[in-house]
């Protein structure tokens, strides 16, 4: 949760900065949509190595060995967010428009983080976890992003 919670803080405190400063919001948003998924990926290795995130029992042969066999759940994530920063990497040459990086980015973390967390321990809430909720609200979010942004550009040809 608390990844969340930087990330509308973050999202906040840079639309004041940038809309103060009459800069592009959106070319802003794409560089950001490229950096974090690494950034993070490195975090999560620090994660990793303290034995944070505990994944369900399986008897998966890739399980990790904390306290039983469990799914690595850390791993999992820093695979998403490495395959997400590659991707995006990728595309950043290729003439998207503006703001398109970063709906891929945050559509892809909120769809593949939702799906990690069935295979976390984290407590649920209605059978979802807080992260999951937060997923839907921002995919969601995300969708109605790119869903207006297509009905402008139609409405202008």
């Known amino acids: 949760m608390i990844w969340s919670s930087g990330l509308l803080l973050s999202l ?7 809309k103060k400063n009459k800069l592009d919001i959106l070319k802003y948003l794409d560089v950001f949509a490229i950096a ?20 369900k029992l399986t008897n998966v042969p ?12 850390v791993l999992y994530e820093i695979i998403l967010l490495l395959s997400i920063f590659l991707v995006l990497y990728n595309l950043k ?4 428009e503006k703001g398109s990086l970063f709906a891929i980015y945050l559509l892809s973390y909120s769809l593949g983080r939702f799906v990690i967390d069935f295979f976390r321990t984290d ?19 995300m969708i109605i992003f790119v869903s207006l942004r297509k009905l402008r550009k139609y409405k202008k040809i």
């Open 62 to 73: 890739w399980a990790i060995s904390l306290n039983g066999s469990t799914h690595p759940v």
């Open 36 to 55: 974090v998924p690494l950034g993070h990926a490195i975090a999560r290795i620090g994660c990793y190595l303290i034995g944070d995130h505990i994944g």
């Open 12 to 18: 906040i405190s840079s639309y004041i900065y940038l």
């Open 123 to 141: 407590p649920l809430y209605y059978g979802l976890t807080i992260a999951q909720y937060f997923c839907i609200i921002m995919f969601l979010t």
């Open 93 to 96: 040459d290729k003439n998207l």
